[in-house]
């Protein structure tokens, strides 16, 4: 994580979201203060129906909070945009188009204007190559797996050259082993491009694997941040060396206590 600046890179200012419905409004956040540094890794966890998707999509620009405000890089976080990528746990890869052609049209739409063809491409193989996909290129994407779909989602988001990645349970539909090969593919692809990321989980063990902080967040409705756990652990990161360190262990422990023990979800509140 760099944080040689002490200037917040996104910053959530007394964010409000309210719905408003037929069925009447609906207070989803309330009074979310969040400073995110430069380069650091942020996951949101919490039960469902706590708002973390929907901070997710504050910092994205999908939606518009009630009250408060984000800023991200100095700038006012209004509508969506390229320096905001995000890659969702559905890849929403076009199904008519090969791997490559779905990466290389976000390519298009935000280096077009400046940049050649012959350099367009170079940067959506590059981008394949980082995932580990380049030999898939040319795959259509029911020729791959659901890994790979989501390797060829994150390649996408990441060939924008994006300023924050906002990653909403990327790897939540997959399987144990699949979901865990693409944790550790996401912790050398975070150190090689440095990325700001912040990242919505259920899964307390890849929050605290892949951390550099964990904001916890209250039941909904009208949910908050209940506390935010600074993960103390160097990098990089070994999943065997560290299901017993003691650090680890400790932060693993935190995020259950206050999520199964001073914030234990209700169903029939939800």
Not at 157 to 180: H, I, Q, Y
Not at 197 to 215: F, Q
């Amino acid at each position: 994580m760099s944080t040689s600046n002490n200037k917040p890179f996104v910053l959530v200012q007394d964010a409000e979201m309210v719905f408003t419905s037929r069925k009447g409004r609906f207070h989803a956040l309330r009074e979310i203060n969040l400073e995110v540094q430069r380069g650091e890794f942020i996951t949101l966890i919490g039960h469902s129906g706590c708002g973390k998707s929907t901070l997710l999509n504050l910092i994205a620009g999908l939606l518009t909070p009630t009250g408060g405000g984000l800023i991200c890089d100095g700038r006012e976080i209004a509508a969506p945009g390229p320096e905001r990528a995000v890659v969702f746990q559905n890849h929403s890869l076009l199904p008519w188009l090969t791997c490559f052609d779905n990466v290389y049209l976000a390519v298009e739409r935000v280096f077009g204007a400046e940049e050649t063809k012959t350099q367009l491409k170079q940067r959506t193989q590059e981008a394949l190559e980082l995932v580990g996909m380049g030999h898939a290129a040319a795959k259509k994407p029911q020729e791959i797996s659901g890994g790979m779909k989501q390797r060829i989602g994150i390649a996408r988001a990441l060939a924008m050259e994006p300023k924050v990645l906002l990653m909403d349970e990327p790897f939540g539909a997959l399987d144990a082993l699949t979901r865990a090969k693409l944790q550790d593919e996401l912790l050398k692809i975070v150190a090689r491009t440095h990325s700001t990321v912040v990242m919505v989980t259920h899964d307390v063990d890849e929050a605290v694997l892949l951390s550099d902080r964990i904001v916890m967040m209250t039941n909904g409705p009208a949910a908050t941040i209940g506390e935010i756990l600074s993960v103390e652990l160097p990098r990089p990161r070994d999943r065997v060396a560290l299901a017993e360190d003691p650090v680890y262990v400790h932060a693993r422990k935190a995020v259950i206590d206050f999520l199964y023990t001073r914030h234990s979800h209700v169903e029939a509140a939800a």
